[in-house]
């Protein structure tokens, strides 16, 4: 196990033991396990534990590439690569971000004015 996990176990952090607890579970009863890699911390995060649990290295991970991802981020990702000894595959998107916008038009809603709707209901 990894660190993170022995130090969850002394300092008694449910969280992080919980996380490790349900990527088994998962892990466990997955034939082809798909992790899905944003570049963000939260993704990193989870990379983090599934690699520590993977014991045998059946889990694949790919990124979405939407046509907006800066190039800060896909250095991110050859990082994770090489610190994890991985492979993330990246997938390109049928049709761009950009590409849609300029064929459909603008998203009237954002993922935050959505949330702020939810916050009023």
């Known amino acids: ?3 993170a996990f022995e130090t969850s176990l ?6 992080i033991i919980d996380g490790y607890a349900k990527a088994v579970s ?12 944003s570049g963000g911390s939260d993704s990193d995060i989870v990379l983090d534990i599934i690699h520590n649990v ?8 790919f990124w979405i590439d939407t046509g907006l991802e800066y190039h800060a981020t896909k250095e991110h990702l050859d990082y994770l690569e090489k610190k994890y ?5 990246r997938i390109k998107a049928c049709k761009p971000i950009p590409t849609c916008c300029r064929e459909y038009g603008q998203p009237f809603l954002s993922k935050y004015t959505l949330r702020q709707s939810r916050r009023n209901v």
């Open 54 to 61: 993977d014991e045998d290295k059946k889990v694949r991970y």
């Open 26 to 37: 998962v892990l466990s009863r997955s034939y082809t396990p798909l992790c899905s890699i």
């Open 1 to 3: 196990m990894s660190d």
């Open 85 to 89: 000894d991985i492979e993330i595959e």
């Open 10 to 15: 002394d300092t008694k952090n449910f969280t």
